[in-house]
T-cell receptor, first 113, second 116 residues
């Protein structure tokens, strides 16, 4: 398996623009997680899905953030409109039900100018 | 809410020596999972080792081992025979064990440097 695949690897956008981050989890994994990493706040859970259903989105910072998982092999995290304080590395991770640890993607570094 | 604390922002070790990274956590649960993740400069988060709280035996993976002290809520990582490739950020993480409760709470990390 190619692992968890995220795209793009880097994204630079202007304030106010819509940003869409993409994730393909490992085939067969039941859980998908979106995390954000910043120097100030570390790694924060934004939202996670179980069998394509959102379970906990309490970490989504604002209504500007939304996430979808239309099928077992694809998820998106959208920010609209983007702001400079959204600049961070966004990780997608997936896991089996047995909680043997996540497999992370390589992350998307988002810069909003 | 669970919290994970890594009190050493930075550490260094001589190549081939042993180093121990500290982690403490706070929880009212009796069963849970603990993890150490490594993040090298490439940014990729890599699972190093996992410990189930109900197991008294400390987990070991090759040169990596943990010292799990449940009563003290302590979970340290020992790296033996350190190699240059071990240089990275190391994150301690906690996860509840209930079905569907797999979200990880991470510490702020320890940056490990390996001196040749």
């Amino acid at each position: 398996d190619a692992g968890v695949i995220q795209s793009p690897r880097h994204e630079v956008t202007e304030m106010g623009q819509e940003v869409t981050l993409r994730c393909k989890p490992i085939s067969g994994h039941d859980y998908l997680f979106w995390y954000r990493q910043t120097m100030m706040r570390g790694l924060e859970l934004l939202i996670y899905f179980n069998n394509n259903v959102p379970i906990d989105d309490s970490g989504m910072p604002e209504d500007r953030f939304s996430a979808k998982m239309p099928n077992a092999s694809f998820s998106t995290l959208k920010i609209q409109p983007s702001e400079p304080r959204d600049s961070a590395v966004y990780f997608c991770a997936s896991s089996f039900w047995d909680n043997y640890g996540y497999t992370f993607g390589s992350g998307t570094r988002l810069t909003v100018v | 809410a669970q919290t994970v604390t890594q009190s050493q922002p930075e550490m260094s070790v001589q190549e081939a020596e042993t180093v121990t990274l500290s982690c403490t956590y706070d929880t009212s649960e009796s069963d849970y999972y603990l993890f150490w993740y490594k993040q090298p400069p490439s940014r990729q988060m890599i699972l190093v080792i996992r410990q189930e709280a109900y197991k008294q035996q400390n987990a070991t993976e090759n040169r990596f081992s943990v010292n799990f002290q449940k009563a003290a809520k302590s979970f340290s990582l020992k790296i033996s025979d350190s190699q240059l490739g071990d240089a990275a950020m190391y994150f301690c993480a906690y996860s509840p064990s209930g079905a569907g409760s797999y979200q990880l709470t991470f510490g702020k990390g320890t940056k490990l440097s390996v001196i040749p």
